[in-house]
């Protein structure tokens, strides 16, 4: 009878927590702030980009060029989900706690990487072919 009054009670909102959800719930806590940063970093290399060479990037203004961007900005967010590979386990094993600690490194770094492609991109991808 108690184990039933138990099941009934464990509701959509009281599900027991278990490390996973724990370590997923902070992980988002985390990572969710900080892509906000993430994308108006990018964005700003972006605008700085087409504002020192305006006059060589006119031409390249059209819709399509809009939705580049925007397909190039969808994946620049799905590979910042990749973080999530890396931040669950490292929460879930016995180093979590300094896991929590240093995980603004891992940030740090790929904030980097993508600021460093960003600007690779533009630079060799697009910029010598716009007439």
């Not at 060479?53 to 203004?61: D, G, I, K, S, Y």
């Amino acid at each position: 009878m108690e184990s039933a009054q138990q099941a009934e009670s464990a509701g959509f909102g009281n599900l027991p927590s278990s490390p996973f959800k724990q370590s997923l719930a902070d992980a988002m806590r985390f990572w969710e702030r900080k892509r906000v940063i993430y994308n108006l970093v990018l964005i700003g290399v972006v605008v700085v980009w087409i504002l020192v060479t305006w006059p060589h990037f006119r031409p390249a203004m059209h819709w399509f060029s809009l939705l580049q961007l925007i397909v190039l900005g969808l994946i620049a967010n799905a590979l910042y989900c990749a973080a999530y590979f890396v931040d669950i386990p490292m929460q879930i094993s016995g180093d979590g706690a300094d896991w929590r600690r240093w995980r603004w490194a891992l940030w740090t770094l790929g904030m980097l990487l993508a600021f460093l492609l960003t600007n690779y991109w533009i630079s060799d991808e697009i910029y010598p072919f716009v007439n």
